[in-house]
């Protein structure tokens, strides 16, 4: 059995959670048309849906918020955020907004225009939408390792610099409004890019004059990969490879519901003056005045606590233990995943796992509705529920490389027994995953169908 981390702190609020019976719960998803997206969180004892905004706040972060400013401008809240944010990250500028996606649909809005490129290692799918949705295309470039479930690469986060450099000569230049990387990147497994890459990277931008922006949610999981994993990286504080890596760029979008260790909000950073005062008017428009954007001063000050926290070197070594420890643990049941354990998730390879249910019976659907009716744990489907969609041209079915199923962890939420309960789960649908059966759609909305679909089992 791999090691699992003594956690660095110790618990003071607890809240209930609840084993329902197979029977209840077979009931309970039967009525949720085989979408746990649609299942009462109450019913659920393992929730691994997401790690965003899904974390425990600290007792610091939580006297933080009992000395909420709530002024509408200017709040006191605001300049300690200011001042973190300043020490952390060190761009001229920046706006807090409500979550990570309105910091890109603000950025987005602002600077791309109908026909644009955004390269990005893997676009998060808010993020492509975001772009989509202003006009412009989402680019990805990640290394060819991150399609390959079993490489343990340690970097399978990194860009494709030979990629990047190929796309943006065959590209005219006004068409690339800006570029980016992901930093873990989500989409490929919560995979690390590497301090040698992101510095290439940018150079790359800097090279071409492409402003360059961070998608900033998990970087303080990258920070200590960074620090793991990377030569001539291990002595050095947590904070300097941070405030290195940001250094390097011209702005970051961020989700604080991740690293910040906060259940609601986000900001966006920026170097150029010009695009802040665009970026300020987008902001009173759809958010809120540039002093709160769409948060409460208490959220505000739970997030410059947060940030720090988040930084910790011993929180963070606990942190992707933790995670290792699930991925690890499943690798020795037998369930395949993407390798290396990625920062805040593990990827189960639902089709090399249910090898007898054909893609277009959704082997991840088949898992996630398993693990609920086994074990009351909740995770998502990342495979052809959710990205598989029909060429319009072709009229062909478009699959995506991996039929996959994330589970998420949440911050500083479950100890080891739970992680334990969710491999002797895994254990024990093994024992009969050859009776698992495929699964149809029986109702589905136009688009990102994965959250409101109904399903059934096929007989
Ligand atoms: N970028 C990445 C890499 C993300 O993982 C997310 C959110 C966002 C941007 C958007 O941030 O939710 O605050 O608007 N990821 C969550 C997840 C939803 O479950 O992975 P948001």
């Known amino acids: 059995m791999p090691t699992y981390p003594a956690e660095p702190f110790r618990i003071k609020v607890v809240e209930p959670i609840r084993q329902t019976t197979r029977e209840e719960r077979e009931r309970l998803l039967a009525e949720a048309g085989y979408n746990v997206f649609k299942l009462a969180a109450e019913t659920i004892y393992i929730d691994l849906l997401t790690d965003s905004g899904t974390g425990a706040m600290s007792d610091g972060q939580w006297a933080g918020i009992m000395q909420g400013d709530e002024s509408y401008a200017g709040a006191k809240n605001f300049y300690n955020l200011q001042a973190a944010i300043t020490d952390i990250f060190g761009f001229k500028h920046w706006v807090p907004t409500h979550q990570g996606r309105a910091a890109e649909n603000i950025l987005c809005n602002t600077l791309v225009k109908a026909g644009d490129m955004v ?14 949705a202003a006009g412009g295309h989402p680019i990805d470039l990640v290394i060819d390792e991150a399609a390959i479930p079993s490489s343990t690469y340690p970097f399978k986060g990194n860009m494709d ?17 800006f570029g980016m990387i992901t930093l873990t990147n989500n989409t490929g497994g919560g995979q690390p890019a590497s301090l040698a890459n992101i510095r290439e990277v940018s150079r790359v931008y800097r090279h071409y004059g492409i402003p360059f922006f961070i998608d900033a949610c998990r970087y303080a999981e990258n920070a200590y990969f960074i620090k793991l994993r990377e030569t001539g990286q291990g002595d050095r504080p947590v904070i300097d490879i941070a405030r290195e890596v940001f250094s390097l760029a011209d702005g970051c979008t961020m989700s604080a519901k991740k690293d910040a260790l906060v259940n609601i909000g986000g900001f966006l950073c920026m170097n150029d003056g010009t695009l802040f005062e665009a970026v300020k008017q987008e902001l009173i428009l759809r958010e809120g005045f540039p002093t709160y954007g769409g948060l409460a001063g208490r959220d505000l000050e739970a997030i410059a606590r947060g940030l720090y926290e988040g930084l910790d070197a011993d929180y963070l070594a606990y942190r992707l233990a933790q995670t290792a420890y699930l991925g690890e643990g499943l690798l020795a049941a037998g369930v395949p995943i993407v390798q290396p354990p990625g920062g805040h998730a593990i990827y189960v390879d639902a089709g090399a796992y249910l090898p007898h249910i054909p ?42 490389p991996l039929e996959l199923v994330r589970l998420a962890i949440p911050r500083r939420v479950y100890t080891r027994s739970h992680m334990d309960f969710v491999i002797s789960t895994f254990s024990e649908i093994t024992r009969q995953k050859d009776a698992l059966k495929g699964i149809r759609i029986v109702k589905e909305p136009k688009l990102l169908r994965h959250f409101t679909a109904d399903f059934e089992i096929i007989a």
Do not use: C, M, W
């Not at 610099?161 to 409004?177: C, G, M, N, V």
């Not at 995770?379 to 060429?391: H, K, R």
């Open 119 to 132: 390269p990005n290692n893997a676009h998060f799918d808010t993020t492509g939408a975001n772009i989509r």
């Open 161 to 177: 610099i030979a990629k990047l450099e190929s796309f943006i000569q065959s590209t005219d230049r006004e068409r690339i409004p």
């Open 359 to 400: 893609r277009e019976e959704y082997p991840g659907q088949a898992l996630t509705i398993a693990l609920y009716q086994a074990g009351g744990i909740r995770a998502v489907e990342l495979g052809s529920v959710a990205f598989a969609y029909t060429d319009q041209e072709t009229g062909e079915i478009q699959y995506p």
